[in-house]
């Protein structure tokens, strides 16, 4: 579980599946900022990061023409069509989007080799199948909800993973909601809580990245009063504020030696005496 003194809000939301996003995009930004990669803004607010080789680009976007606030898209050639694209929409928990360059990073510092590895059915490390794995190793149910659609549904069954079969348009995949892989969560398709997206060529670690974020058991943190970073059926905790600290012995000993020696008298008991008194409570957090 996250410590309170480390992040950002005063309540546990779980499943994170039913949290939203943390508005703010610098924890997704930072993996690949560490790197080397180069952040630019236009003057909408809209936030840019290139790979060095030009051949992977970011876009955190508050300002797009769309809801996709994330638009990541890698290349063989700096100038060719994308070979992958993943996009995640406004309202999609900022800790999904943060699993994800924080995986896509260390792809890109092993080579094109990793970070453009197209899913191969029967590889021990590119099979489509290890991005489901997380999800069902967590109690996910496998379901078909429509024809040509392959889902992995969460045990509440608000969190769907949906797959699609046959051919696609690269160029659609990348561009709407019509991609291999859609993530969403709520009860309608149509109307989700949150969604993202992956065209056919996403390598497996990124996708695998995402789906064990989404389902991992740690709850995530939302501010209270923010209502629409967390749906109404969430499971909602306060932070329990820390107790006083206890003292070093150390601190206590110097404490003792600060404290002023008790008076002389007769009426003062035997047990009240310097050397039973209880030590002074340290500074709270």
């Known amino acids: 579980m996250p410590h309170p003194e480390d992040l950002d809000?005063?309540?546990?939301?779980s499943p994170r599946h039913l949290a939203g996003s943390t508005y703010t995009g610098d924890p997704a930004l930072e993996p690949l900022r560490e790197i080397g990669?180069?952040?630019?803004?236009?003057?909408?607010?809209?936030?840019?990061?290139?790979?060095?080789?030009g051949k992977v680009r970011l876009g955190y976007?508050?300002?797009?023409?769309?809801?996709?606030?994330?638009r990541i898209n890698a290349y063989r050639d700096a100038f060719a069509p994308p070979a992958w694209?993943?996009?995640?929409?406004?309202?999609?928990?900022?800790?999904?989007?943060?699993?994800?360059?924080?995986?896509?990073?260390?792809?890109?510092?092993?080579?094109?080799?990793?970070?453009?590895?197209?899913?191969?059915?029967?590889?021990?490390?590119?099979?489509?199948f290890l991005g489901v794995v997380p999800l069902l190793r967590r109690g996910w149910v496998i379901d078909r909800p429509r024809w040509g659609v392959f889902a992995v549904d969460s045990p509440d069954g608000l969190a769907h993973l949906e797959y699609t079969t046959g051919d696609l348009d690269p160029g659609i995949e990348v561009t709407s909601r019509t991609a291999r892989w859609h993530l969403w969560a709520g009860t309608s398709v149509n109307h989700p809580y949150w969604y993202a997206t992956a065209s056919?060529?996403?390598?497996?670690?990124?996708?695998?990245?995402?789906?064990?974020?989404?389902?991992?058991p740690a709850p995530v943190l939302r501010w209270q009063n923010e209502r629409s970073s967390?749906?109404?059926?969430?499971?909602?905790?306060?932070?329990?504020?820390?107790?006083?600290?206890?003292?070093?012995?150390?601190?206590?000993?110097?404490?003792?030696?600060?404290?002023?020696?008790?008076?002389?008298?007769?009426?003062?008991?035997?047990?009240?005496?310097?050397?039973?008194?209880?030590?002074?409570?340290?500074?709270?957090?």
């Open 37 to 53: 990669w180069d952040l630019h803004h236009d003057d909408r607010g809209n936030a840019y990061l290139n790979a060095p080789d």
């Open 9 to 13: 809000g005063d309540v546990y939301v």
């Open 61 to 70: 976007l508050p300002e797009g023409d769309d809801d996709g606030l994330w």
């Open 200 to 216: 056919t060529d996403t390598p497996v670690p990124l996708l695998a990245a995402v789906t064990d974020s989404v389902s991992d």
């Open 230 to 285: 967390y749906q109404a059926t969430a499971h909602v905790t306060p932070i329990v504020p820390p107790g006083p600290r206890v003292p070093t012995p150390l601190e206590a000993a110097r404490s003792a030696r600060r404290r002023p020696a008790a008076p002389a008298t007769s009426s003062v008991p035997r047990w009240t005496t310097s050397t039973s008194r209880r030590a002074l409570p340290g500074p709270r957090h």
């Open 85 to 128: 694209g993943v996009c995640f929409n406004d309202s999609c928990p900022t800790e999904f989007v943060t699993a994800f360059t924080t995986t896509l990073a260390k792809l890109y510092q092993q080579g094109p080799e990793s970070y453009l590895a197209r899913p191969l059915i029967g590889s021990r490390d590119q099979d489509p």
